[in-house]
């Protein structure tokens, strides 16, 4: 009994954390897009981001989309992604082998940014 309720604390740990970690990392690809100075640039700086935040948690599959609409000065910005996260090890609490985390942040474009057309 013990040892169910330590593995079900650890990996309720380890989806918190990879949960916290997938919603940084689309935060942080939607706070880059949105300082961009063209639509194009935001989808790079959004997917680099997103990419080097996500790295640094164990997640798998992680997908980001990125709708920047027109990318008018008074537009939004909306970022939104999906990861897997691995949690076979845990098979002894009869719980599914991988956990599907997904994060939405929208924001506004920075209106001081550089624009160009």
């Known amino acids: 009994m013990v040892l169910l309720l330590a593995l079900g604390t650890v990996a309720s740990v380890q989806v918190a954390s990879a949960r916290a970690g997938l919603e940084a990392a689309t935060q942080a690809a939607a706070e ?3 300082r961009a100075p ?3 640039a935001a989808m790079a700086a959004a997917d680099a ?13 992680a997908t980001l989309v990125v709708s920047v609409g027109d990318f ?7 970022a939104s992604s999906s990861a897997s996260l691995d949690v076979a090890w845990a098979a002894l ?5 991988q956990v599907t985390l997904h994060s939405q942040v929208r924001l506004q474009l920075e209106p001081w940014r550089s624009h160009t057309p």
């Open 93 to 97: 609490l009869l719980v599914s082998s």
């Open 72 to 78: 008018d000065r008074g537009g939004s910005v909306l």
């Open 32 to 34: 880059a897009a949105s």
């Open 49 to 61: 981001r997103f990419r080097g935040v996500v790295a640094e948690y164990p997640l798998r599959s």
């Open 38 to 40: 063209s639509a194009h």
